[in-house]
């Protein structure tokens, strides 16, 4: 078992345990860090089993006005990076790959904010992630298009002293937890 295999094990665990305490104010905490974002495209997602749950912080970007639009990830295929279709809370889904919902229809918009689900991250601003290389593939092709802030969400719990990183990770700017606000580098 690599090293990467080894603490997706282990972060799986944190976030189970984690998740039955309940998340507390985490999404407000998230709104909250992403209001100075109206009127930009946000890339939320569709929380799967024991993730953290950002749609009150998604439906609050909506609610603010100025424009701002919300979209949730797509994945067209392995290997290729993430596809963002609009997202409403009326919005019809049905199931994408991994069993995670997307919309059944709507228009491709591209992000400029995305908020990233975990399994792990430490203060480095690395993430620990499901495998797929998804993010880390779009955050790259979204930098070198123009600027993107990705916001690292989840519980506090999931931090680790250092997430094993390779070449092609991607740091997150920021993320929020239901404990507070780590800015990576600072």
Request: charged share 20%; hydrophobic share 45%; with cysteine.
């Amino acid at each position: 078992m690599d090293q990467k295999t080894a603490a997706r094990a282990e972060a799986f665990a944190d976030r189970k345990t984690a998740f039955a305490g309940g998340q507390g104010s985490a999404a407000e905490r998230l709104a909250a860090v992403l209001a100075p974002c109206r009127g930009q495209v946000l890339a939320g997602y569709m929380p799967m089993r024991t993730e953290i749950d950002p749609l009150a912080a998604m439906v609050a970007h909506l609610a603010a006005g100025e424009g701002g639009r919300v979209c949730v990830p797509v994945i067209e295929g392995p290997g290729q990076p993430l596809r963002f279709r609009e997202w409403t809370p009326e919005a019809a889904m049905e199931p994408g790959e991994f069993g995670a919902l997307v919309p059944a229809a709507g228009e491709w918009l591209v992000p400029s904010v995305l908020i990233v689900p975990l399994l792990a991250f430490d203060w480095r601003g690395y993430r620990l992630g499901y495998g797929g290389g998804y993010y880390d593939r779009t955050l790259e092709a979204l930098r070198a298009a123009g600027p993107v802030i990705a916001v690292g969400f989840g519980f506090a719990a999931q931090e680790v002293e250092e997430v094993p990183v390779e070449p092609t990770d991607q740091k997150l700017d920021l993320i929020v937890t239901e404990c507070g606000v780590i800015r990576p580098g600072t």
